[in-house]
């Protein structure tokens, strides 16, 4: 089995090298394929088909802003003293290359029921400290677990949008929706609690299993000695440098460098923050936590964590140098959200899938639609708030219970975004390592988990 894994992995990965392109290019080159698509499909104009990629370029900026602040300063966490100490506790662990990766993919999967972000971007030190610790690691691989391991548990996770926007009024669907949603179902839009989607039974066994699943994979795709191919130690350095950032306190302090490094100013300010998120979470439950908390809390941490303000502001500059890839790509692929969107060309490819259904195989065509659609819109909740009203409206009219077909459709959106560059750009960039290098691993990994999921939410109870 294992030599059937591996020699599977392999071909994958030296075949999807020399043909996947930089992930930058991937964005444009969907951009065209979108706009064929929208010619095509729905006959919309040349004219139409750009206003609407100019209408949907903009559309992620609020949350670019928070995938960059959650970037930089969950970095800054890590690279704090305890931080570095306890990515080295754990990476220490494993003894032989393929339990490195595997180790990697299990830290990677706890860290992302807590929060995907902070899953994604500990994942990048894990790497960095594996391939410190343990020496003949295939590089690409291990980068490739740890993306793995996040999304693995991703689907479940307290943090995800979907179950986040069901247990609120309306599911997050613009106001004109929910009232022709509801004239059509005859009830009114409930907020739909955790213990029918990411607490329900089938849930839960994903939860177990599909982490378990993805590390044993990544155990069994590590090559063999001859064909594994380490990372430099120019370049192991250079990452390893930038997770153990130093900053020594001048010699001689002007009030400039006082000010710097003043601990009554970042006391203060550490007060300041903790103050504010013990007064938000007043009257409201874990569970309500959004985006903008996390990224505070990982704020508010990191600077207290780093001991003083100076080392604090350091950290960031570090950090900064990951974003890039979110800066640079997240618009383009907003863009063809608009395209997919403005243009009706969503709703036809979702009413496809639809018309092919029966309600037992209707939660698995719900998986594939969400996970194909979800390769040209890499954001849960912008393909939630278009596709999501059509797929619910169809279960309702198929008679599949509505828990069950949105969190297959969560699971499909998800599982897919390992084969997806977009969320791997912190990854990527942190890393110095292009998409063409993982991918080959991340598709297997996402063909053998997408099984797994489907199995689960055909036949398990919710």
Not at 75 to 90: C, M
Not at 335 to 353: D, E, H, P, R
Request: positive net charge; contains cysteine.
């Amino acid at each position: 089995m294992k030599s059937f894994i591996r020699n599977w992995a392999e071909k994958w990965h030296f075949g999807m090298e020399k043909v996947m392109p930089d992930s930058f290019i991937f964005a444009a080159l969907l951009t065209f394929v979108v706009f064929i698509m929208a010619l095509v499909v729905v006959g919309a104009s040349p004219v139409q088909i750009v206003q609407s990629w100019y209408k949907g370029f903009w559309a992620y900026l609020p949350f670019s802003m928070q995938m960059v602040i959650l970037l930089i300063f969950g970095y800054s966490l890590a690279i704090t003293r305890i931080g570095v100490k306890a990515i080295d506790a754990v990476t220490g662990i494993a003894k032989t290359p393929p339990q490195a990766v595997a180790l990697v993919c299990a830290a990677a999967a706890l860290l992302s029921v807590v929060n995907w972000g902070l899953g994604f971007i500990g994942g990048i030190f894990l790497c960095i400290g594996a391939a410190r610790r343990v020496k003949g690691v295939h590089w690409p691989l291990l980068v490739a677990s740890a993306y793995i391991g996040a999304i693995s548990t991703d689907t479940w996770g307290v943090g995800l949008t979907e179950p986040l926007l069901l247990n609120s009024p309306g599911w997050g669907w613009a106001p004109d929706i929910v009232q022709s949603f509801e004239k059509e179902i005859g009830q009114k839009l409930a907020p739909m609690s955790f213990d029918k989607t990411i607490w329900a039974t089938a849930s839960l066994v994903g939860l177990v299993l599909t982490p378990i699943l993805a590390t044993i994979l990544c155990y069994l795709m590590h090559p063999t000695p001859e064909r594994t191919r380490t990372i430099s130690p120019e370049a192991l350095e250079k990452l390893s440098t930038q997770s153990q950032f130093k900053l020594e306190k001048p010699k001689e302090m002007v009030l400039a460098d006082k000010l710097n490094w003043s601990r009554t100013i970042w006391i203060l300010l550490c007060i300041m923050t903790f103050a504010a998120i013990f007064l938000w979470f007043q009257g409201k439950k874990f569970a309500q936590v959004d985006l903008n908390m996390y990224n505070f809390i990982f704020i508010g941490i990191a600077m207290l964590l780093h001991e003083n303000l100076a080392r604090f502001v350091e950290s960031i500059k570090v950090a900064a140098g990951a974003a890039f890839g979110i800066i640079m790509q997240f618009p383009f692929y907003a863009g063809i959200f608009g395209i997919m969107a403005y243009t009706g060309l969503l709703k036809v490819i979702a009413g496809w899938f639809v018309a092919i259904s029966t309600p037992f195989i209707y939660p698995l065509v719900t998986m594939i639609s969400s996970g194909i659609i979800n390769i040209f819109i890499p954001s849960s909740g912008g393909i939630w708030m278009v596709q999501g009203p059509i797929m619910i409206l169809a279960a309702h009219k198929l008679g599949v219970s509505f828990n069950r077909v949105a969190m297959a459709f969560s699971a499909g959106e998800v599982l897919t975004n390992v084969i997806q560059p977009f969320w791997a750009l912190p990854l990527l960039g942190a890393t110095g390592t292009e998409m063409r290098t993982i991918m080959g691993y991340c598709m297997l990994a996402c063909l053998f988990e997408f099984i797994l999921v489907a199995v689960i939410y055909l036949f398990l109870p919710m």
